[in-house]
DNA sequence: TCTTGAAATAACCAAATAGTTATTTATGAT
DNA sequence: ATCATAAATAACTATTTGGTTATTTCAAGA
C-alpha cells in the first residue's frame, strides 16, 4: 500500500490539535464537540490526537488548562502592584473585559468546565498555584489602597474578584439570550463601551470609601 | 401481538418528558443530552418525546421557554413597586439570589441556550413580553427612587439589572472552576449568605447617591 | 354500542461516533 | 549504512443515537 508523503513535527501537531480543539469545544461544548471534526479541522489524522492526548476528553482538560494559564499569564504582566491603587483597579477591570472580548472561547470553555463541576482541572497543581497568586494580587491592592484611605477596609479580595470579572462575563456569556431579556443590541461598540464604563463604576464605588467617592464628584 | 396495559393522560405525559428534558439538558447540555435518557426518566416511550415535540431541539426549546417563564412570573409576583426603593432593591437582589440557588438548572440552561446563541428562543413573542415588562419595573423602580432623591439620576435600567443578576448568576454559574481559582468553599451555608450579602451592598452603592450612602453609614 | 382519531407500545434502522488495529515511513543515534 | 523508535497514514468496528415504521389500544362523541 503506498502511503501519502509524510512531514513529521510533533509539536506543530499538537499545537494544531489543541488549536482546532479549542475552537470546536468552545463553539459546541465537551458533549457536542465531534474528535473527527478536531481532526479535520488540525488537517491531522485522528489517530494522531489519540497518539497525543489518549482521549476527547483529556484532549479537553488540556484545552482548559491552556486556556487558564495563558489569561493568567497575560493578567499577571499587567503589574498592577506598580500603579496607583485606582488607577490598578481601573486597569484590570478594562484589561479583564478586553481579555474576554478578544478571547471568546475563554467563556464558553470555562462554561463547559463548569457544567462539568470542574472534574478536568481539579487536580492541576500548576493551575492552583497560578490562581493563588492571582488572589494574593487582589489582596495587596486592597490593602494598598485601604492604608491609603482611598479603599474601604477588610474588603474580601475574593468576592471583589468574582464581581469584578462578573460584570465582564456574565454580561458577554449571555449576551445572546440578553439580547432578547432587555430588548437591545448588546455587542455594538457603543453598547460594548458603555458595559465597560458601567462595570468600572460598579467596581470603584464598591471598593472606595464614601468619603472619596465625594471627593471624586468633585463637589 | 399483545401490548402492555395503556394509562392514557396526555397531559401528564407532556408534562413529565418536559420535566425530565429540563433535568437531562441541564446536567449536559443540548449536545451531551440523550433523547433515550430521557424518554427512560419520564417513564415513557421515546416515541412519544416525537409524538409532542417533534425532535430533540424542539424539546430542549420548550423547556428553555417554560424556565424563563417560570422565573419572570416569580419575579412579578414579587411585586417590589409597592415597597420603597431601597427596600424593593434589597428585595430583588434576595429574591434573585435564592431563585438561582433553588432552580440550579435554569443556570446551566441559560448557559446552554447561549452556547447555540439563543436560536430556541429568538422568535418567542411570549418571552419577549414577559422581559419588556421585567426592564420596565427596574426602570420605574430607578426613577422612583431619584425622584425621593436616594438613587442617582438616569441610571440605566438594564446595566443595573445585569450587574445585579449577575452578581449571583456568575458566582453560582461558575462555582466549580471557582472553588479552584480561589482555593475557597464557595457554596457553604456561610459563603452563600457573605455572598448575598456583598452583592446587595455593591447594587445599593452603586444604585444610591453618594450623600444617602454617607446617611446609611451612619456618621 | 360502534366508530374513529389520538395516545401509547414495540421493534427497527441508517448514520454518526469514539476509539482501534494494522501498516508505512521519516529521522536521529549508533 | 542500518536500525530502532516514534510519527504519520489508512482502514475498520462496535456502539450509540436521533429518528421512524408498524401496530395496538383507549375513550369520547355520534
Redesign the interface.
Same mark, same amino acid.
Given at each position: 500500500m503506498a502511503f501519502e508523503k509524510q512531514i513529521r513535527d510533533p509539536e506543530q501537531t499538537k499545537l494544531r490539535i489543541l488549536a482546532a480543539a479549542k475552537v470546536e469545544f468552545a463553539q459546541?461544548?465537551? *458533549? *457536542?464537540?465531534r474528535v473527527d471534526v478536531i481532526a479535520t479541522r488540525a488537517k491531522v489524522q485522528k489517530r494522531m490526537m489519540y497518539h497525543y492526548f489518549g482521549n476527547k476528553e483529556a484532549l479537553f482538560a488540556r484545552v482548559i488548562e491552556a486556556v487558564y494559564s495563558d489569561f493568567r499569564d497575560a493578567e499577571a504582566a499587567l503589574e498592577i502592584e506598580k500603579q496607583e491603587p485606582i488607577a490598578a483597579l481601573q486597569k484590570l477591570v478594562a484589561f479583564t473585559w478586553q481579555y474576554y472580548l478578544e478571547n471568546p472561547e475563554l467563556i464558553?470553555l470555562?462554561? !463547559?468546565?463548569?457544567?462539568?463541576?470542574?472534574k478536568h482541572?481539579?487536580n !492541576?497543581q500548576a493551575?492552583?498555584k497560578l490562581?493563588?497568586r492571582?488572589?494574593e494580587r487582589m489582596r495587596a491592592l486592597l490593602e494598598r489602597g485601604a492604608t491609603a484611605g482611598i479603599f474601604r477596609n477588610s474588603l474580601?479580595p475574593?468576592?471583589v474578584?468574582?464581581?469584578l !470579572?462578573? *460584570?465582564g462575563?456574565?454580561?458577554l456569556?449571555?449576551?445572546?439570550?440578553?439580547?432578547?431579556?432587555?430588548? +437591545?443590541k448588546l455587542m455594538t461598540r457603543q453598547a460594548q463601551a458603555? +458595559?465597560l464604563q458601567?462595570?468600572t463604576?460598579?467596581v470603584l +464605588?464598591?471598593v472606595c470609601t464614601?468619603e472619596q467617592?465625594?471627593k471624586m464628584?468633585g463637589t
Amino acid at each position: 500500500m503506498a502511503f501519502e508523503k509524510q512531514i513529521r513535527d510533533p509539536e506543530q501537531t499538537k499545537l494544531r490539535i489543541l488549536a482546532a480543539a479549542k475552537v470546536e469545544f468552545a463553539q459546541k461544548g465537551l *458533549g *457536542g464537540a465531534r474528535v473527527d471534526v478536531i481532526a479535520t479541522r488540525a488537517k491531522v489524522q485522528k489517530r494522531m490526537m489519540y497518539h497525543y492526548f489518549g482521549n476527547k476528553e483529556a484532549l479537553f482538560a488540556r484545552v482548559i488548562e491552556a486556556v487558564y494559564s495563558d489569561f493568567r499569564d497575560a493578567e499577571a504582566a499587567l503589574e498592577i502592584e506598580k500603579q496607583e491603587p485606582i488607577a490598578a483597579l481601573q486597569k484590570l477591570v478594562a484589561f479583564t473585559w478586553q481579555y474576554y472580548l478578544e478571547n471568546p472561547e475563554l467563556i464558553t470553555l470555562i462554561n !463547559s468546565e463548569n457544567l462539568h463541576k470542574a472534574k478536568h482541572i481539579k487536580n !492541576s497543581q500548576a493551575l492552583q498555584k497560578l490562581n493563588r497568586r492571582f488572589v494574593e494580587r487582589m489582596r495587596a491592592l486592597l490593602e494598598r489602597g485601604a492604608t491609603a484611605g482611598i479603599f474601604r477596609n477588610s474588603l474580601d479580595p475574593v468576592q471583589v474578584l468574582i464581581t469584578l !470579572s462578573g *460584570g465582564g462575563f456574565h454580561y458577554l456569556t449571555n449576551h445572546h439570550t440578553g439580547e432578547i431579556v432587555y430588548g +437591545r443590541k448588546l455587542m455594538t461598540r457603543q453598547a460594548q463601551a458603555a +458595559r465597560l464604563q458601567f462595570n468600572t463604576e460598579t467596581v470603584l +464605588r464598591l471598593v472606595c470609601t464614601t468619603e472619596q467617592l465625594l471627593k471624586m464628584e468633585g463637589t
